[in-house]
């Protein structure tokens, strides 16, 4: 099946952490081929559920 995510962001850290880079990030490594949006909210999608698992790891290393 295929994954949908979305990404949101505080405004007062929307010049720091860009949603939009997020969910491109988010969707390559669920096997998607990227996503996009505005600063402070975004949409990507993935294939790979399987990977799921390790998402919150990969999202905690971009973020930190």
Known sequence: GK???TVGVSK???DKMHAGNLAKSISIF???SGGG???TIAQA???DASKLSKLLDM???MIL
């Open 12 to 14: 007062n850290i929307s």
């Open 30 to 32: 669920l096997g998607g």
């Open 3 to 5: 994954l949908s995510i």
């Open 37 to 39: 949006g505005q600063a």
């Open 59 to 61: 999202v905690k290393e």
């Open 45 to 47: 999608g993935g294939v």
